[in-house]
């Protein structure tokens, strides 16, 4: 599929120095900074995915009120 990108001239020209240093096309290096783009985006949602799914969960209610609970009251809370 072909598709038109609008870049900044000092980022083309930066890709285009990065594309002759490594020594492929254009079109190769924006395939593979997409390609390793999506999957670090992928691999970071599966491990919050998996982190907080994970985590110990508690049923049954608050022994205080939920509206009470502010900075204060839970230093009350924790002073013996």
Same mark, same amino acid.
């Given at each position: 599929m072909r598709t038109t990108l609008e870049? #900044?001239?000092p980022l083309f020209a930066r890709l285009k120095a990065r594309a002759a240093c490594e020594r492929v096309t254009l079109k190769q290096l924006l /395939?593979?900074?997409?390609?390793?783009?999506l999957e670090a985006s992928a691999s970071a949602a599966a491990v919050q995915r998996r !982190?907080? !799914?994970s985590? #110990? /969960?508690l049923d049954g209610g608050l022994a205080i009120d939920a509206d009470s609970l502010s900075n204060a009251t839970l230093f009350e809370l924790l002073e013996p």
């Open positions: 870049l #900044p001239d /395939r593979s900074y997409v390609e390793q783009g !982190s907080t !799914s985590l #110990p /969960r």
